[in-house]
């Protein structure tokens, strides 16, 4: 079946321009997952978003960066005002519901490159 | 908050010999330990897993272990190949929790 898509793959923007990148998660997957991912710096996580509960904003870096999930399927990241070390591969990853972790099934990114 | 430390941070081997790769992780609760590998390019994608209540796992040349006193898991590749070389990321999560804390990446370098 389908994976997890994301768009777009690539986007570059101007500094202090706003972006949206999408997330198409696999379906019938209750949770989806916002992951940032910098040279060096491994998988960061940014918000998490389980079925119509209040979603996990922990990992947001500051108030520039939020996200929505309509209809418990798509979900928005959207960076406002971006800045150069907002450069990086922005990652989805979607899970099936259940007690505790579950395998995380993750989107092939969108690579965003802010000059 | 969860804190996974992750080593080495580059791991070059020849084609054939085993490779080890280390993480330790902070919270005692913490009862998921999975392992993602990801090719240059490519999303990550779940290789091996473990839960707190097996102290190893095996699946053909790849396996893990866990020692919960200590906290610290690892993951034994044996027999590499070319294909193996990729950035492999350990994780936790701890009971109750769905999201996961990564450790920072290993590069692994198979030579042949």
């Known amino acids: 079946g389908a994976g997890v898509s994301q768009s777009p793959s690539n986007k570059v923007t101007e500094k202090g321009k706003d972006v949206e990148l999408r997330c198409d998660p696999i379906?019938?997957?209750?949770?989806l997952y916002w992951y940032r991912q910098s040279l060096g710096q491994g998988l960061e996580f940014l918000i998490y978003?389980?079925?119509?509960?209040?979603?996990?904003k922990s990992g947001l870096p500051s108030d520039r960066f939020s996200a929505e999930r309509t209809g418990g399927s798509v979900s928005t990241l959207t960076i406002q005002r971006t800045q150069q070390e907002d450069s990086a591969v922005y990652l989805c990853?979607?899970?099936?519901?259940?007690?505790?972790?579950?395998?995380?099934?993750f989107g092939p990114g969108t690579r965003l490159t802010v000059t | 908050g969860e804190n996974v430390e992750q080593h080495p941070s580059t791991l070059s081997v020849q084609e054939g010999d085993s490779a080890v790769i280390k993480c330790t992780y902070s919270?005692?609760?913490?009862?998921?330990f999975p392992w993602y590998k990801q090719e240059l390019g490519k999303r990550p994608q779940l290789i091996i897993d473990?839960?707190?209540?097996?102290g190893e796992k095996k699946d053909q040349r790849i396996a893990v272990t866990l020692n919960k006193t200590a906290k610290h898991f690892s993951l034994h590749i044996t027999e590499t190949q070319p294909e193996d070389s990729a950035v492999y990321f350990c994780?936790?999560?701890?009971?109750?929790?769905?999201?996961?804390?990564f450790g920072k990446g290993t590069m692994l370098l198979v030579s042949p």
């Open positions: 994780a936790a999560s701890r009971t109750g929790y769905s999201t996961l804390t």
């Open positions: 473990i839960r707190s209540n097996v």
């Open positions: 379906s019938g997957h209750t949770a």
């Open positions: 978003f389980q079925g119509n509960s209040a979603p996990d």
């Open positions: 990853a979607s899970s099936q519901t259940g007690t505790g972790a579950r395998e995380q099934y």
């Open positions: 919270d005692s609760a913490s009862n998921y």
